[in-house]
């Protein structure tokens, strides 16, 4: 009885062994990846790098950078969203792809062509490209700044609008505002309150109001506009002199602390 019992056992055994593996369904097999993002066509942005009148009053010549390196990194570069307004031309340029969203796959760029075109005349109008606008200047057109837009830069360095451009690269309140004490287009002086309003606008209550200001002295540094120097809490020149002789004792000598 107990031989009989141990071969039933042992047959179990086998049978359980021998039996297949549940077979896997279609959902359970692994998916290459990248196939869905390279089985579908979408739209990116492709950034214009240069803008040119054409013969037709009507319309511009852009150059934009297409992504590049396989066949199906690029195609259609056109112009979506045209709007005219307020003597201003805003416009989409934008390009499709399949292998955008696949790291890797289009390391670089091409240059391709795309017309802009308007009903009427575009008469020298600002022309706004992927939110960035372009001006006519000569024979083409030239990407405004991004400091000062389309408008010409000063050419006067102590123009408020250079300050403000200096005092926004500071590590100071964004309500703060240079007040300069001396300025001879090379060199500059000026205070600036690290935060004007520090209990806000309306003061918050049990705030005291305590607003530190120091000084600060800088070098006209071309295109980048101002470079600090140094800053300072005391009196006079002291602090800048020991970081730049050259600076102009004119400008600060007399100056009490800020």
């Given amino acids: 009885m107990r031989r009989l ?18 077979t896997p369904t279609s959902g359970d097999a692994p998916t290459p990846a990248g196939t869905a ?10 950034d214009v790098t240069a803008v ?32 005219e307004e307020n003597n201003r031309i805003y416009a989409n340029v934008v390009q499709d792809s399949r292998l955008s969203a696949v790291v890797g796959a289009c390391p670089t760029h091409t240059p391709g062509a795309v017309t802009l075109t308007v009903p009427g005349p575009i008469a020298g109008r600002v022309v706004v490209l992927n939110q960035e606008p372009w001006k006519p200047e000569g024979d083409e057109y030239r990407r405004c700044d991004a400091t000062f837009g389309c408008d010409p830069m000063p050419t006067d360095h102590c123009d408020p609008a250079w300050i403000s451009v200096a005092v926004r690269g500071m590590d100071v309140s964004r309500h703060s505002v240079g007040s300069p004490e001396g300025c001879d287009g090379r060199w500059l002086v000026m205070t600036v309150p690290f935060d004007p309003v520090p209990c806000g606008a309306e003061a918050r209550p049990g705030c005291a109001a305590s607003v530190t200001v120091r000084r600060y002295f800088l070098r006209w540094a071309g ?25 102009p004792s004119k400008l600060c000598a007399d100056l009490p602390r800020p």
């Fill in 37 to 46: 993002a390279e089985n579908r066509w979408a739209t990116y942005q492709a």
């Fill in 52 to 83: 040119r009148p054409s013969d037709d009053p009507r319309s511009l010549l852009l150059t934009v950078a297409l992504l590049a390196d396989a066949d199906r990194c690029s195609r259609n570069p056109r112009v979506t969203y045209l709007v």
């Fill in 223 to 247: 295109e980048r506009g101002w470079a600090t120097i140094a800053g300072s809490t005391e009196a006079g020149c002291g602090r800048v002199h020991s970081a730049e002789p050259a600076f």
């Fill in 5 to 22: 019992a141990t071969a039933l056992l042992c047959l179990a055994a086998l049978v359980s062994c021998a039996r297949p593996g549940a």
